[in-house]
Antibody
């Protein structure tokens, strides 16, 4: 059974960079043509797709976040990562990583989520 | 890229059926059969309930069904049970090669 687990600092200062890692177990991120996503959810609000990467390194993100987001994969560690620069309080949220299925474009495996708070 | 539109809340009594709508555009829901639905009880990660408009993953009850007409997708839950109470989200692939979610719908079982 595939499992995903998010890790990273729970507190980030405003204007700094948020960095999270998703560790995948029970399968290789290099197998198949799956893509690997970051999704966030502010408290009491809805889900927001942030971006994705393939194991090949091809990645893209939500246009309104594109200038601040980098999603990348490390196949040697079976992990993928999120970097979000110049954070503000509006970036405070639970961040989820999830596997995406190509051509059908749904998320079948999710991590449990990690809360990141942006505050001084 | 605007979020898909869902009603903020729906409710129903046990045994009844409820339908949650997800309104998109000709650039997402209307263009592609790549609509999925997720169930999220409080404090938990979303769970896939429907994919490719009307397909159920293994383990999801047949009481959950999906459909689409034009730019609007729908999730129907029949034989409502107390355990169905949760937030529900739709998502779709878009012509910009991105993914987009709906704003979410809170289902209350009366």
């Amino acid at each position: 059974q595939m499992q995903l687990h998010e890790s990273g600092p729970g507190l980030v200062r405003p204007s700094q960079t948020l960095s999270l890692t998703c560790t995948v177990s029970g399968g290789s991120i290099s197998s198949g043509n799956y893509y690997w996503n970051w999704i966030r959810q502010p408290a009491g609000k809805g889900l927001e797709w942030i971006g994705r990467t393939y194991a090949t390194g091809h990645a893209n993100s939500k246009p309104s976040l594109e200038s601040r987001v980098t999603v990348s994969a490390d196949t040697t560690k079976n992990q993928f990562s999120l970097r979000l620069t110049s954070v503000t309080a509006a970036d405070t949220a639970v961040y989820y990583c999830a596997r995406g299925v190509p051509f059908a474009d749904y998320f079948d495996y999710w991590g449990r989520g990690t809360l990141v708070t942006v505050s001084s | 890229q605007s979020a898909l539109t869902q009603p903020p809340s729906v409710s129903g009594s046990p045994g009844q059926s409820v339908t949650i709508s997800c309104i998109g555009s000709s650039s997402d829901v209307g263009e592609y059969d790549r609509v999925s639905w997720f169930q999220q009880p409080p404090g938990t990660a979303p769970k896939l309930m429907i994919y490719e408009v009307n397909k159920r993953p293994s383990g999801v009850h047949v009481r959950f069904s999906g459909s689409k007409s034009g730019n609007t997708a729908s999730l129907t839950i029949s034989g409502l049970q107390a355990e169905d109470e949760a937030d529900y989200y739709c998502s779709s692939y878009t012509s910009s090669n991105t993914l987009v979610f709906g704003g979410g719908t809170k289902l209350t079982v009366l």
